[in-house]
């Protein structure tokens, strides 16, 4: 199981958006799990079965699935170009005996998102269908899902874990 969980974000209004700042969110968000599931497919074809597929998990975001409120075009973008990766590889690792998905978490308590919470924390739990920020749990859940066999005929799917946001409004 390979998981690819490793992102940045960055702010800026349109204007004022630094080129570098594009740059680095796009390497690491985009980039960088292509690249290191490139890297691991032969590990994970030798691990993966018609029954029991090896699993790749992109974690991407709504904000790649619905415009956010905040300036944060390389992040928002990253995050839609990890789920069309996600569809993409999906296509083409299944014959690999490799599902590849993508969990697109809504806000979650996280270093990212700290600063956001703080000041509009409220706000958005009022905007959820659900009424709450997300727990490590509702992750979990989800990531424990596409990895085990009940998850095993799944793959290419892009699952929001976000209280109902991005899909009820």
Do not use: C
Request: net charge positive.
């Amino acid at each position: 199981i390979l998981v690819n969980n490793a992102g940045a974000t960055w702010g800026a209004p349109r204007a004022d958006y630094p080129a570098d700042a594009w740059d680095k969110v796009m390497n690491l968000n985009v980039n960088a799990p292509f690249l290191l599931t490139r890297a691991l497919v032969p590990a994970l074809e030798a691990a993966g079965t018609a029954d029991d597929p090896a699993r790749v998990i992109n974690i991407g975001s709504i904000d790649g699935i619905q415009v956010p409120l905040m300036e944060t075009y390389a992040y928002s973008t990253s995050k839609a170009a990890i789920h069309q990766l996600t569809r993409h590889l999906a296509r083409q690792l299944g014959r690999k005996h490799i599902t590849v998905n993508a969990i697109a978490p809504g806000p979650f308590e996280s270093k990212m998102m700290a600063a956001t919470l703080r000041e509009f924390g409220a706000d958005i739990a009022r905007s959820s269908p659900l009424g709450r920020i997300g727990r490590p749990d509702d992750m979990a859940g989800a990531a424990i899902y596409l990895s085990s066999r009940a998850g095993a005929y799944v793959t290419g799917a892009v699952i929001p874990v976000d209280g109902g946001i991005a899909t009820t409004k």
